[in-house]
């Protein structure tokens, strides 16, 4: 049958590397993309600026922009640029300053991400789960509260739920449309509890995306991560999600079968993090349809969802779904 002429609207929901890494792949194909990041960060410079201007965190932000431009290598590699040398501006990047400069000209974050996005010729959309500080805390199982983002992991004990202040934040209208139109919701790849669910955890993204026709990815973390998913199967990984959500939602789940070497298992152990398993019957009783495919690579020792071939995935899966739809109503 003929694929459809019509660009899929493919809505990533997370933050981190993990977004900006498939958002590079993802560009490479003729698809609608919004970005909806996180903006709970109140670590680095980052943190700094949000807490010197009040504004949102740019970093996650910046990362996604970057992923998405299409400029010269020599212009990107200069909007990732971090100062080292300068005692004032140490641990800054020039993206980060840039974009607290155009939200203090204009009085408006999201307006800020807008046009920078012309100025970087970004690839599709790019908005912030709130245009407003937010703050991120975690009650552990033993019942502390712990408040911002940067220490929730460094208290390494098994985590109960996340919230966030204030909790009446309001999403941008541009976020409801880009959920409510979606072929795809994917959520992920990224850290889970502090970069996947703060997107969540705002009221009106929550709603949206329960309301939503979209059909529902998750991309699972290659690996555990200490202080937040310590020894967590996929299928904890997505009773998360669901508890924080308050419904089951995720229709299917996309998992790696590539064997992670030796060698980078040993790396990985010294930080406390181990390779996700998943039991694929546990994950059925949840109600999600298993999707196992070899996306790893290896960079730099450590190991990342490969990019292309995840967004080659993911914009087959929506043409074969439309496919299946049309067929079923002929």
């Known amino acids: 049958m003929a694929r459809s002429k019509r660009r899929k ?27 909806i990041v996180t903006v709970a960060d109140d670590g680095g410079s980052s943190g700094r ?12 932000i910046r990362k996604v922009m970057a ?20 005692v004032d501006l140490g641990g800054h990047s020039l993206g980060n300053l840039m974009l607290t400069a155009l939200t203090d000209i204009t ?13 970087l010729n970004v690839h599709g959309t790019v ?55 979606a072929d795809l919701l994917v959520f992920g790849p990224g850290s889970l509890y502090t970069s996947i669910l703060p997107n969540l955890l705002v009221q009106g993204i929550q709603k949206a995306i329960l309301q939503s ?19 967590y199967s996929a299928a904890d990984h ?12 995720i229709q299917t789940i996309l998992l790696n079968t590539d064997e992670v ?13 181990k390779p996700v398993s998943y039991d694929e019957s546990r994950l059925s009783q949840l109600g999600i349809t298993v999707v196992k495919k070899d996306i790893a690579t290896i960079q730099d020792g450590a190991i990342r969802h490969d990019a292309t071939k995840v967004a080659e995935w993911l914009v087959e899966y929506a043409e074969d779904r439309e496919s299946a739809i049309k067929n079923s109503s002929i």
């Open 9 to 35: 609207r493919i809505v990533i929901i997370g933050g981190g590397t993990g977004l900006s890494t498939l958002l590079r792949g993802l560009k490479k194909f003729p698809v609608d993309i919004t970005a």
């Open 49 to 60: 600026l949000r807490d010197d201007y009040d504004i949102p965190p740019p970093g996650d």
């Open 67 to 86: 992923a998405l431009s299409d400029v010269e290598p020599l212009v990107e590699e200069m909007f990732q640029y971090r100062f080292s040398e300068s």
């Open 107 to 119: 009085g408006d974050f999201s307006h800020a991400i807008r046009e920078m996005s012309r100025v």
């Open 127 to 181: 908005l912030p789960a709130a245009n407003q500080t937010i703050t991120l805390h975690a009650e552990l199982d033993d019942g502390t509260i712990v408040t911002g983002e940067s220490k929730i992991p460094t208290y390494n004990q098994r985590i109960h739920r996340v919230f966030l202040t204030p909790d009446d934040v309001e999403p941008l209208p541009d976020t409801i449309k880009a959920i409510r139109k």
């Open 213 to 231: 026709k979209a059909h529902n990815i998750y991309i699972c973390n290659l690996m555990t991560q200490a202080g937040e998913t310590h020894n």
């Open 238 to 249: 997505v009773r998360a999600l669901f508890l924080h959500m308050g419904a089951p939602f």
């Open 261 to 273: 070497p030796v060698e980078v298992q040993k790396v990985y152990e010294q930080e406390q993090s």
